[in-house]
């Protein structure tokens, strides 16, 4: 992996929509899980969306997300995107993109390459 560049975010209101990317300016690996994370005010980061290099690995959403988010990637652009619509208070955060050898996990520990961040605000 390069740096994981992030770009998108921003504020909307409660019931809008945002789209986030991030760019990977190096290679991927074969077996490995990209993902994106939210840190919200006073909160752990957790994982809200992930997605596998094996195609028959389906992506995988928080509770929280699910029917909301949509993960997805475009090889071509060495790039992940989340879109994200029907926007909540609740979904207020920083939020970032991970890579991970291996498995789609829960634990933080083994993503190892991280973008910046980008912060999303939604007004009610």
């Known amino acids: 992996h390069g740096l994981l560049m992030q770009s998108g975010g921003g504020s909307v209101q409660a019931g809008g929509s945002l789209t986030i990317s991030c760019t990977d300016s190096?290679?991927?690996?074969?077996?490995?899980?990209i993902a994106w994370f939210r840190q919200a005010p006073g909160k752990e980061r957790e994982r809200i969306a992930s997605v596998h290099t094996h195609y028959r690995i389906p992506p995988a959403y928080a509770d929280s997300v699910k029917g909301r988010f949509t993960i997805s990637r475009d090889y071509a652009k060495k790039t992940l995107y989340l879109q994200m619509n029907s926007l909540e208070p609740e979904d207020t955060g920083m939020y970032y993109c991970a890579a991970a050898p291996g498995s789609c996990g829960l634990d933080i520990r083994p993503y190892t390459y991280w973008g910046q961040g980008t912060q999303v605000t939604v007004s009610s």
């Open positions: 190096g290679g991927t690996y074969a077996d490995e899980c």
